[in-house]
């Protein structure tokens, strides 16, 4: 499936929440699938159906409440099970034991 897409919406207090459960549902209904609370994700051949999330998003939100977090992300690749090379790997042949080596900021 080359189109992965993912929404995560939350919102500040006093949100409708019969309205919040009708985006979900619209979500679901078009073919999402619902991963957690606020949380939806789709895998599609077509982008159109990407595209639809977006749509309800812009539809549904007026009405479910004031937005304190919205994402929304979209990956395309012929195939997400592959591991992709990257070449600046050969650069940092150690950098997971680098990065692990420096102090944590807390």
Not at 7 to 30: H, M, P, S, T, W
Not at 62 to 90: E, I, N, T
Request: charged fraction near 30%.
């Amino acid at each position: 499936m080359p189109y992965r897409a993912h929404v995560r919406i939350d919102y500040i207090e006093g949100a409708d929440r019969n309205e919040c459960q009708k985006l979900i549902a619209a979500f679901k209904e078009a073919g999402w699938n619902y991963a957690e609370t606020t949380a939806l994700a789709v895998e599609a051949e077509e982008l159109r159906v990407v595209l639809r999330g977006l749509d309800i998003l812009a539809r549904q939100i007026p009405f479910a409440g004031d937005v304190s977090g919205l994402l929304f992300d979209v990956q395309r690749s012929d195939d997400f099970a592959v591991d992709h090379p990257y070449k600046a790997a050969d650069n940092h042949p150690n950098a997971l034991r680098d990065v692990r080596r420096r102090p944590s900021p807390t």
